[in-house]
């Protein structure tokens, strides 16, 4: 009699142990492809920082020659790495704008991710 239900249990463990190691392998490769898109976000997130740090430079280049984008108004560009910065340039006293000079509000974009610096000059 005790034959009759040894049977079938070497079947039963060997389903419970392949939809346990099923588990684990799904889980792990949830939290594989999390941290992958969290590593993408963070150099996406450096590409906008830097885009709108170049929007900063040119802005002050323009402002000590005279030339460039009117006051108040957005300078737009797009980089070769396909970031781009928009710009604004506010003369002091504008829009609360705080500084001695001029204040510059650049914002860059890349893959959808957006960085914004602002300067004081």
Request: proline share 1%; glycine share 10%.
């Amino acid at each position: 009699m005790r034959k009759k239900f040894q049977k079938g249990i070497s079947l039963y463990f060997t389903v419970i142990l392949t939809g346990v190691v099923l588990a684990i392998a799904l889980s792990l490769s949830s939290i594989l492809i999390s941290q992958m898109k969290i590593f993408r976000e963070i150099g996406y997130s450096t590409k906008a920082f830097y885009a709108a740090d170049s929007g900063i430079e040119r802005a002050l280049i323009e402002i000590e020659t005279g030339s460039g984008c009117s006051q108040g108004a957005p300078c737009v560009l797009t980089l070769s790495n396909g970031a781009s910065y928009s710009v604004y340039d506010l003369s002091s006293g504008s829009s609360g704008c705080t500084a001695a000079n001029y204040c510059v509000y650049s914002t860059g974009v890349y893959q959808s991710v957006k960085r914004a610096i602002n300067a004081n000059y």
